[in-house]
């Protein structure tokens, strides 16, 4: 089994930062992209960014400048900081993973997600 586990929501006010972090633990032969999602409520989830594991980010428009993705040394952690945030980041947000398990095929993996929400 394969396991996502975001920490680091929150509530912040206009201009502040926040940093999620997310872990995946588990059965893990090999992990490729990660990825941060979000969902706010009433609304669709998005795609907010992503990473290779070759370290290519891409990114949202409405994030572009602000948001920062990176994974961690040991490959299974992948980060987003976010600054300058503003109330229409409000979200929960989820990380997801593209991993192979050990005697397994490649499958998209995501956590249950952590709330953020920006807020005066």
């Known amino acids: 089994q394969v396991q996502l586990v975001e920490s680091g929501g929150g509530l912040v006010q206009p201009g502040g930062s926040l940093r999620l972090s997310c872990a995946a633990s588990g059965s893990i032969a090999e992990i490729n992209a990660m990825a941060w999602y979000r969902q706010a409520p009433g609304k669709q989830r998005e795609l907010v960014a992503t990473?290779?594991?070759?370290?290519?980010?891409t990114y949202a428009d409405s994030v572009k400048g602000r948001f920062t993705i990176s994974r961690g040394a040991a490959r299974n952690t992948v980060y987003l900081q976010m600054n300058s945030l503003e109330p229409e980041d409000t979200a929960v947000y989820y990380c997801?993973?593209?991993?192979?398990?050990?005697?397994?095929?490649?499958?998209?993996?995501w956590g249950q997600g952590t709330q953020v929400t920006v807020s005066s």
């Open positions: 997801k993973a593209n991993v192979r398990p050990y005697g397994s095929r490649w499958s998209d993996y």
């Open positions: 990473t290779t594991s070759g370290g290519r980010t």
